[in-house]
């Protein structure tokens, strides 16, 4: 199960499964974003590179615009898998 | 042992991480190597789902553990031999606004993996995953 939703703080919320099955609806949230967010993984289990497709296609719109995504309370597991892909030199992750 | 076919198409990426689910709890696989099966499985077969290259029938999944190594099969029938392991590896020193996630998806598998064979043979695709287990 996966499920996106961005909370009355405007952070992005990600639970579950982030896989390539639902990057569709996935980018259909991030698109709408205009402003610099935090994107919070702390119900996130799993993520692959159709996810991080996702975030960097985000990243690089909204760093046009001087802004960006933060990305927060990562597992051990999805971290790995940012730094496997140097994805930890692209965003601000805590 | 497990084995079992899937339709090549998106929709069954729910069923293929089912299959592999059931196949960690039976061999009670660590948290850890069954990430880097579910991630390796996933970038392999939307591989063949999205580029067929002219392959007929369902995407055949095989998974079985020996000891503390498992090995995780995807076999195809396929007119068009694709060696995923002669996958260029992502550019990292591409400027970041030019980056683009193609290819990426393999350099992770092959990171989290301790072992990655492609053969073909008579028609038949075959991707071998080997990971090993912490004991």
């Known amino acids: 199960m996966f499920s996106i939703a961005v909370n009355d703080e405007g952070i992005v919320v990600l639970t579950g499964r982030f896989d390539a099955s639902q990057s569709d609806r996935a980018r259909e949230v991030f698109a709408v974003l205009k402003e610099s967010a935090v994107v919070d993984f702390r119900d996130l289990d799993y993520i692959s590179s159709a996810g991080l ?24 597991m999805v ?9 930890d030199l692209i965003f601000e992750i805590e | 042992m497990m084995r079992r076919e899937f339709a090549r198409e998106m929709a069954s990426l729910e069923a293929v991480f089912d299959f592999l689910h059931r196949f960690a709890a039976e061999e009670r696989l660590d948290a850890q190597a069954a990430y880097a099966l579910d991630l390796a499985v996933e970038e392999f077969f939307t591989n063949i789902v999205k580029y067929g290259r002219g392959g007929a029938g369902g995407v055949q999944l095989e998974a079985v553990r020996a000891g503390a190594t498992v090995t995780v099969r995807l076999e195809e029938e396929t007119p068009v031999p694709f060696d995923v392991t002669r996958q260029t590896a992502t550019q990292f020193d591409t400027p970041f606004a030019e980056r683009r996630p193609g290819g990426l998806g393999i350099h992770i598998a092959r990171e989290l993996l ?12 075959r991707i071998t995953l080997t990971k090993h287990l912490e004991r």
């Open chain 1, 79 to 87: 971290r790995d898998v940012f730094k496997i892909a140097r994805f």
């Open chain 2, 114 to 125: 301790d072992g990655l064979a492609y053969d073909y043979v008579d028609g038949t695709s």
């Open chain 1, 53 to 76: 497709g996702v975030l960097l296609a985000t990243q690089q719109r909204l760093k046009k615009e001087g802004k960006a995504i933060k990305l927060v309370h990562m597992n051990r």
